[in-house]
């Protein structure tokens, strides 16, 4: 019997729409120049580690079922002689690239200073990217990947209890948005019935079964409700902005299909749910925005409304720089901004997990 040539994602897409052919052919060509860039990112001194291990995890959530893979980072005594009984906290790092480029290896930097200086394990995702997999199973993969490493901390060394999720950029969404999605997941997991309400809108879960202790998102989306046209003049660089290409490419490609994605949906755009919802997210909460950015104004919009739901926020605009800085193609010199400013985050996931005075003003 001949095979099914449809069962694969993007061959479906273009039978069903062709125009998916063009946003697949543009994905691939800039995952491939992005890639170069991310080879002469590691080459800068000091070397990210490299991954420890990589585990491959069938998907549960997302209609389109599959496998996502997951690279882990660990400190250095992890597995060592007289230490195989500790347990570390972890991170789980969703990478940038507008849900349509980039891979969980991107930020090895960012994993590097996690595991040297807060002395926790960094699980980064691989999650299933657009045009082949549109919205919402970036988020559901995320979702996938969080449950997965609770079910198997004991296997893997983790401590259940002190779990925590970042992203940058498009990861930065994820690492709000993936928190909100687990609520429903895990309800379902004990077997309750969810009442009958809109699939975009989660089911609450009471206050105990928080999964995440803690969010360092960087730079991230929050409010695909304003168009991008809108966003961009909020810029006060332009001349340092992302090229409209890129972004018209991530919207295509992510938001599919147009007419029946709906941009409020808080899977989507936590900075417009309601303060119901964003109740449930993790009370420590760590944001850093780009001065020259686009998604400056939203990410500000959306610290002073957990700000004002009582959340422990600690926000800082780095100056003077773009969207993306910290992952300069430069393979003679580590950014030093990204360094101060990783180093920064640390102490606070240290504090977080480790105990320690905090410094949330």
Known sequence: MPPNTTSHPIARAIVNDPSRWTLYLQAVFWRFLMGIGMVLHKMAYPRPLKPRFVKYIDTTLAAMPGRVRLVFYTPKDYGTRGNQGKKYPCIVNFHG???TMGTATDDCRWATAVCEQADTIVCSVDYRRAPEHPFPTAVEDGADAV????????????????IGVSGFSAGGNMSLTVPLRLQDALLRRRGAEPPHISSDAPVVLPHEHHAIKLIVAWYPSTDFTNPREERRKTNTRPDKELPRFFTKMFDASYLHPPKEVKLDSPYLSPGVASDELLQFLPEEILMYTCEWDELLAEGKRFNDR???????VKYRMIEDVPHGWDKSPNPFKADAVAQEVYVEACKEIRRVFHGGQSLVQ
């Open 97 to 99: 690239g507008g849900f």
């Open 306 to 312: 957990i700000k004002s739901l009582g959340k422990k």
């Open 147 to 162: 449950m997965w490493i609770w079910d198997n901390a004991d296997e893997l060394g983790i401590d259940g209890d002190r």
